[in-house]
């Protein structure tokens, strides 16, 4: 999804009650680069969560998306008054979603049941697949899943009922699963819809300049497991990025419309991206509240040093799905090398990452307790811990009780890419479904969490004139994290270095 439709927000801030008066002040169209983090202000709307969710309606990817594999997709979900469902996934051979390969059409019925008890702000939902049929679009496409099935026993048996790559026939579709027929080869593909078993659907404002703001709707859907083995038993605790409304989508979006056309016999060929190479240097920001799997909420704010390959990342934590209630933030800082391009995922920059340094912040009562109660030599050596106080834990070799361990490595793959409206997201790697951390090559992510977004003009990759007059308001997160203590709910922070993270 372009960051286009992401509200540029510091979303705490956004939160934050003393921060409406200068949102009014500014008004809509003071699009300026300096106070990058307060641009939500512009966007003062707050997110707001449909309970019950409303699914009815078509849903469409705003842009090609990266799952773990890798595998490049685009998706269009229309959900019907009678809960009946018809989605499509379109595959591709490349990262720019530009060479369809094969195109699924899958149909059934999804049923709201309650709302989640393990991801709060979630709907649970159970779904039944009808019928599953895949398009090929070209020979080699057909060889590829062919190859695929063949790599298991129930996966031959469901090879066999595919022609052989000579009858290739443009436009047949091939039925791999159907309820009636009790047949399913789609699970033999590694093929499930779990992500229709937790659902969330937000509405928000995007601000226009000189114009009144558009209503966004968003569909999140589960996540994808990071480890393709467990992909058919894991019951999604997190989401992937979210789809939005056909009809209601951030603009400009150059490839939802192609997308919102699109069906299994004419796949979307999205329009060529400009491969733009990795520039970390600068501060960038989570633009809202973030849910990772197994179940925790948090923003991060990085700092890139480019000349000297260091960084620094805050991650605040929170226990609640908007992240209003922090629980405690994590500072972490070390080194890290020099980008390879990924030869595994095309588009994709390796970089190994290195956390010496850390130190915790407790910011409710509960984590500071906790925190007390610790063995000293586990967590901040001897010493008091007390709400809203950091300390570092870098002597103590992290923090054991918060599953920090240091010095820690990490093995990343980072994209940097540019949204319809000209302005860079930083898109870093997704982190293992199980909760390990990426330690080892082999662990190295092959796709992506929610992008962040420039904090500052530096990385923002635009020189756009501060033409605007200067927000007449003091900015309550100015100056960055050093001043965290000014504005507690400042957004957060990180890489997402961490063991747990
Ligand atoms: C790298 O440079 C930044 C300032 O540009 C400085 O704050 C930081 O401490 C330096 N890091 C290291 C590891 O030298
Ligand atoms: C931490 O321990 C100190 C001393 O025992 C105590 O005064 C303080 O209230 C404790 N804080 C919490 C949140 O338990």
Redesign the pocket.
């Known amino acids: 999804m372009p960051a286009a439709m992401l509200p540029y927000a510091c979303v705490l801030v956004l939160l934050g009650a003393h921060t409406a008066e200068a949102a009014d002040t500014a008004g809509v169209g003071h699009l300026r680069w300096e106070p990058r983090c307060q641009q939500p202000l512009l966007n003062r709307a707050p997110v707001t969560t449909l309970l019950p969710p409303r699914l009815d309606g078509p849903w469409i990817s705003t842009g090609c998306e990266v799952r773990p594999g890798p595998e490049f997709l685009t998706r269009s979900y229309t959900f019907f008054p009678n809960r009946l469902f018809r989605a499509y996934q379109f595959y591709y051979r490349d990262a720019a979603c530009r060479e369809p390969a094969h195109s699924l059409l899958i149909k059934g019925k999804v049923r709201l049941r309650r709302a989640s008890w393990v991801t709060r702000g979630a709907t649970e939902a159970d779904y039944h697949l009808h019928k599953v049929g895949v398009v090929f679009h070209s020979r080699r496409a057909l060889l590829d899943v062919a190859a695929r099935l063949d790599q298991s026993r129930a996966g031959r048996a469901c090879a066999r009922r595919l022609p052989p790559a000579r009858a290739w026939l443009p436009g047949a579709l091939y039925e791999l699963l159907s309820a009636r027929a009790e047949r399913d080869c789609a699970a033999a593909l590694g093929f499930t819809m779990h992500e229709l078993s937790l659902v969330r659907v937000q509405r928000r404002l995007q601000p226009k300049p000189q114009a009144a703001p558009r209503l966004v709707e968003e569909l999140y859907l589960g996540d994808i497991h990071t480890d393709w083995a467990e992909r058919r038993h894991y019951r999604p605790t997190g989401y992937q990025r979210p789809l939005q409304s056909a009809l209601h989508h951030a603009r400009p979006c150059p490839a939802c419309s192609l997308i919102a056309r699109s069906d299994e016999h004419h796949p979307p060929v999205l329009p060529p991206q400009v491969a733009l190479p990795l520039r970390l240097g600068g501060r960038w920001v989570s633009p809202g509240c973030e849910v990772r799997p197994a179940v925790l909420f948090l923003t991060r704010l990085f700092t890139f040093h480019g000349h000297n390959r260091s960084w620094e990342g805050y991650y605040h934590h929170f226990s609640d799905p908007t992240c209003q209630q922090p629980t405690f933030t994590v500072y972490a800082a070390g080194r890290y090398t020099k980008g390879t391009p990924s030869a595994k995922v095309r588009g994709g920059t390796e970089l190994v990452f290195q956390v010496t340094r850390a130190r915790v912040t407790p910011r409710d009562?509960v984590t500071?307790?906790m925190l007390?109660?610790s063995e000293p030599s586990s967590c901040g050596g001897p010493g008091?811990?007390?709400?809203g106080a950091e300390r570092d834990v870098t002597a103590t070799n992290g923090c054991l009780p918060l599953g920090i361990r240091l010095p820690h490595v990490e093995y990343e793959l980072f994209k940097m890419e540019r949204d319809p409206l000209g302005r860079n997201l930083l898109f870093i790697g997704q982190r293992p479904s199980d909760g390990s951390s990426p330690d080892t090559p082999e662990k190295r992510p092959t796709s992506y969490q929610a992008p962040l977004v420039p904090c500052d003009g530096v990385a923002w990759g635009l020189s756009r004139a501060p033409q605007h007059q200067p927000l007449p308001h003091k900015r309550p997160c100015q100056g960055g994290p050093q001043e965290a203590p000014l504005c507690p709910l400042l957004l957060a922070l990180g890489l997402a270095i961490l063991q747990w993270l």
Not at 384 to 387: D, E, K, M, T
């Open positions: 009562q500071t307790a007390n109660f008091l811990w007390s709400l």
